[in-house]
């Protein structure tokens, strides 16, 4: 079990740019979520997958940000013309789905994207 | 706004001592979850407890859930400095077919040696 890894793991870009995060789950993992999280607040829900299949996405995700996991495996996160408001900590993590939705799942996270906007 | 509340929202204790954090939430749930996150090792699992649930234990972890008041409760016992970390309540929203998974804002434990 190699965990969940993200790559890059810092990130800084001049606003107006686009940037696009890596994360691959563990192997045998079938959800893969995406979440930002501000300084001393706790993660914010962006989207989740279910295999290929993108289930859910939160009004958060604006059009700027673009997620896909083509084969089902590593997902990508991209954002475009990135702003000021963007920088954060984006952080990944997969579960193994049980019946139900994400609530059901122990969710296992990797170290995070950190972002900085200039 | 956010689903779940932690208070306090920082809490500094001795070695030894135990520690309790509250969640509160707003809408009906399918299951509650705590995790923790330190710098070193980041978000981690820690306990998930289901709406049909009142208490649960793992280790020096106890659980309560209190779905009348919308309200959880977790407790460190016997508290080390390897506690110290921010802790998150998480919950689901069963009223959107237990999607909807929201991390509260956390609280920050200092556990002094």
């Known amino acids: 079990d190699t965990g969940v890894s993200q790559d890059p793991r810092h990130k800084i870009t001049k606003r107006g740019q686009n940037v696009t995060f890596r994360c691959d789950p563990i192997?045998?993992?079938?959800?893969l979520y995406w979440y930002r999280q501000t300084l001393g607040q706790g993660p914010e829900f962006l989207t989740y997958?279910?295999?290929?299949?993108?289930?859910?996405k939160s009004r958060l995700l604006s059009d700027r940000f673009s997620a896909e996991r083509p084969k089902g495996s590593f997902s990508t996160l991209e954002i475009q013309r990135t702003e000021q408001g963007d920088s954060a900590m984006y952080l990944c993590?997969?579960?193994?789905?049980?019946?139900?939705?994400?609530?059901?799942?122990?969710?296992?996270f990797g170290p995070g994207t950190r972002l900085t906007v200039l | 706004s956010q689903q779940g509340e932690e208070d306090p929202q920082a809490l500094s204790i001795q070695e030894g001592e135990n520690a309790t954090m509250n969640c509160s939430y707003k809408?009906?749930?399918?299951?509650l979850q705590w995790y923790r996150q330190n710098s070193g090792r980041g978000l981690v699992h820690l306990i998930l407890?289901?709406?049909?649930?009142r208490e649960k234990h793992s280790g020096r972890l106890r659980v309560t859930l209190d779905t009348s008041k919308k309200s959880s409760s977790l407790l460190i016992t016997a508290s080390r400095a390897a506690d110290t970390a921010s802790y998150f309540c998480?919950?689901?929203?069963?009223?959107?077919?237990?999607?909807?998974?929201?991390f509260g804002p956390g609280t920050r434990l200092s556990v002094l040696p």
């Open positions: 998480a919950t689901d929203d069963r009223d959107n077919y237990g999607q909807n998974f929201v």
């Open positions: 407890i289901r709406s049909n649930e």
């Open positions: 993590a997969s579960s193994p789905a049980i019946a139900g939705g994400p609530g059901t799942d122990t969710q296992y």
């Open positions: 192997s045998e993992h079938n959800r």
């Open positions: 809408t009906s749930i399918n299951n």
């Open positions: 997958f279910q295999n290929e299949a993108q289930l859910e």
